[in-house]
């Protein structure tokens, strides 16, 4: 079993990847969309008011397209992960900081964790997305049903997963 399944749970790991790879291709037939997501076991939802076909057409395509090979589709460059990444970086520079008795030595490593925090964020969340928070191996992943969800007068789209046959 990897870390990843430990960690996060294969399902959720598929499912972040199928999330990353479909808001890709949302924002390659849409350029200028800008869209949030959120994984979980049971598939996806991305926070928009979007036409439901077009969901479907961009999920379908980017399964069909991680299925083919194209693992990169899992990481994306806007991922939570990297922010979680980033700001775990700054608070052990700024615990660091807290534990220095020189003033000097404190706003230097404060500042130096920020600065650290800010230029790893992208890069180091990349690697924690690919070896931890996605799977790009979706050979058992089904796209099972689009809908469309209310709360508090948003609106969002659910990307159901499964093992039940494919739409």
Known sequence: MELGDLVMGRRIRQNHA?????VSVLAAHAPGLAVSAR????????FADLDLEVVRR??????A???AGERE??????????????????????????MTLRPRIRVASAAI???AGFAT????????????TTLPDVRDLRIV???????????????????????
């Open 113 to 115: 964790g920020s600065l």
């Open 58 to 63: 961009a999920s379908v395509e980017a399964l």
């Open 73 to 98: 589709l899992a990481i994306h460059p806007n991922c939570g992960t990297n922010l979680a990444v980033g700001t775990s970086v700054m608070l052990v520079g700024w615990l660091f900081a807290l």
């Open 39 to 46: 994984a979980n076991r049971r598939g996806f939802t991305i």
């Open 18 to 22: 199928l999330e990353h790879a479909t």
């Open 65 to 67: 397209r991680m299925r």
């Open 145 to 167: 049903a689009i809908r469309r969800s209310h709360v508090l007068g948003r609106r969002f789209v659910d990307v159901l997963t499964g093992t039940e046959p494919a739409l």
């Open 121 to 132: 964020a992208r890069p180091l969340g990349s690697v924690v997305q690919r070896h931890i």
